[in-house]
């Protein structure tokens, strides 16, 4: 808020700034076999249009802008190209990895990237060079934070923490709660902080109680990795990626969700949300992202009245579950497949098995894939804690 004084009477003048909080792109990602690369352009176009016409200062990115640590060519392409156009002529955009980006890889252009307005944190500890000839750029910057400034002369301070564990921070394992290694990294990044300014966390976590898709691998690691909301306590606002179903803990801890459905129990509804700060206030405004195919689950009894329902969905990508009398037909599969091309799954359960357990290996987490291998080999399941090992062994890769 900037007071300006004189004679008579005295004006007051609020600098608004608009900030722009997404996440969970995952570029590259397809659904089974079908690509939806396209889909992912558009929506990231679609993020590029709400920044010109919503005036966006700042556009903060949680992290997972890949899908894997080693993304394709065409991947990269669509992701320098979409965070160049969102940064635009003015505006500055921060972007933390998560568990599916190689923070290194990411962070390699990152003196290149902050001269167009763009700061790339990868590991935690990384400091932003300044960018001072752009409209919004970094005006200071340390281990783990970055204070970003426009031209009105708001700021907005940033504690930046990418997907943390202790193999990518470089620690060794100790006894140490996670709910206390990430209070000691939160606190890291809050070295430049004085006050005065909107006070921002921006990180990739679990949240205890946060809603899980099928789509995510199995990140609470049985509950060690999730953190309390509590942990949060004394910022403004938490900008969060991870989970890819929209939500919040109260107004001010909130997963923006992902850049399109990615599994089939994911709702319809995408978004991004706005922040509008008016001094160190924030409030919070949901827009919809429109880009992107509907995922649909569908179930029917009778092969004739499901390729019905397939026609209603034309444009869709549809998991298809059929519980019939007698095996389906080789001319009634291929009915189902011409009633939509956009049928990517078909779960056929005959009267006869409805009493047995059905496994489809590319839902199954990563405990599940465990259990399930340990019991082929074994004939009986694992102990706890190997399954607990296991995966913090796995986490310790990503």
Request: proline share 4%.
């Amino acid at each position: 808020m900037a007071l300006r004084v004189s004679r008579y009477f005295f004006t007051v003048i609020f600098f608004i700034m608009n900030i722009l909080h997404t996440s969970d792109w995952h570029i590259g990602k397809r659904l089974m076999d079908r690509e939806r690369l396209p889909e992912q352009i558009a929506a990231l176009d679609e993020i590029v249009r709400i920044c010109e016409t919503r005036d966006v200062d700042l556009v903060l990115v949680a992290g997972d802008v890949f899908d894997t640590f080693m993304p394709s060519a065409d991947a990269e392409e669509v992701f320098f190209r979409a965070v160049k156009r969102m940064a635009g002529q003015r505006r500055a955009v921060v972007l933390i990895s998560g568990n599916h980006d190689d923070g290194v890889r990411l962070a390699a252009s990152a003196p290149l990237a902050a001269e167009e307005g763009i700061y790339l944190f990868g590991s935690g500890r990384d400091v932003m060079p300044m960018g001072g000839a752009r409209g919004v750029h970094a005006v200071a910057s340390g281990e783990g934070y970055v204070v970003i400034g426009n031209e009105r002369g708001e700021q907005v301070y940033i504690n930046a923490l990418p997907y943390p564990n202790e193999a990518r921070l470089k620690e060794e394992k100790t006894e140490e709660s996670y709910t206390d290694k990430l209070r000691r990294y939160i606190a890291r990044g809050e070295a430049g902080f004085s006050g005065g300014m909107p006070h921002l966390l921006l990180s990739h976590l679990f949240v205890a109680g946060g809603s899980v898709s099928e789509s995510e691998r199995d990140i609470d690691l049985g509950g060690a990795r999730a953190v309390p909301p509590a942990l949060f306590d004394g910022f403004d606002y938490v900008a969060l990626g991870h989970l890819h179903k929209p939500q919040k803990f109260g107004e001010r801890v909130r997963y923006s969700g992902s850049l399109l459905q990615y599994s089939f129990d994911e709702q319809a509804k995408k978004q991004v949300v706005l922040l509008h700060t008016d001094g160190t206030d924030i409030s919070c405004e949901e827009i919809p992202l429109t880009a992107g195919k509907r995922l649909v689950r569908l179930e029917e009894e009778d092969a004739e009245r499901a390729a019905e329902l397939l026609r209603q969905y034309e444009g869709a990508f549809v998991e298809l579950t059929l519980r019939l009398k007698a095996p389906l037909t080789s001319s009634e599969t291929q009915m189902l497949r011409a009633a939509n091309e956009g049928l990517v799954s078909l779960i056929v359960r005959t009267q006869g098995a409805e009493g047995l357990p059905v496994v489809r290996r590319s839902t199954l987490s990563d405990k599940e894939l465990f259990r399930e291998y340990y019991r082929s080999v074994y004939g009986e399941d694992p102990a706890d804690d190997l399954v607990t090992a296991f995966l913090e062994l796995l986490e310790e890769e990503a």
